[in-house]
């Protein structure tokens, strides 16, 4: 089994900054792409930001310059930098990875159970 695991999540004001961490364990051979998800109440879950097992990423046009995604390959851990954080941005925050198993060598993708962000004015 595998399981990606978010913290960091919480209550800031308006400008402020928030460090958001996603750990993988379990029976992981290799991670491939990662990625943070969000969703706001009554609205779709949407794509924040993307990176892959190399380091490049993508990002949603609402976060460019202000959010940084990076990911430690040896610890199986993504993080999600959230500078100059605006109302807008609350939602709980979702991290997505595809997975290879190393039990059955199988391409899996996973979610983590959402770290809640909320941001105020």
């Known amino acids: 089994q595998v399981q990606l695991v978010e913290s960091g999540g919480g209550l800031v004001q308006s400008g402020g900054s928030l460090r958001l961490s996603c750990a993988a364990s379990?029976?992981?051979?290799?991670?491939?792409?990662m990625g943070w998800y969000r969703q706001a109440p009554g609205k779709q879950r949407e794509r924040v930001a993307s990176i892959t097992r190399g380091g490049s990423t993508n990002y949603a046009d609402s976060v460019k310059g202000r959010f940084t995604i990076s990911r430690d390959n040896a610890k199986n851990t993504m993080y999600l930098q959230m500078n100059s954080l605006k109302p807008e941005d609350t939602a709980v925050y979702y991290c997505?990875?595809?997975?290879?198993?190393?039990?059955?060598?199988?391409?899996?993708?996973?979610w983590g159970q959402g770290t809640q962000v909320t941001v105020s004015s």
């Open positions: 997505n990875a595809k997975v290879l198993r190393q039990d059955t060598f199988v391409l899996n993708t996973y």
């Open positions: 379990g029976s992981i051979f290799s991670i491939n792409d």
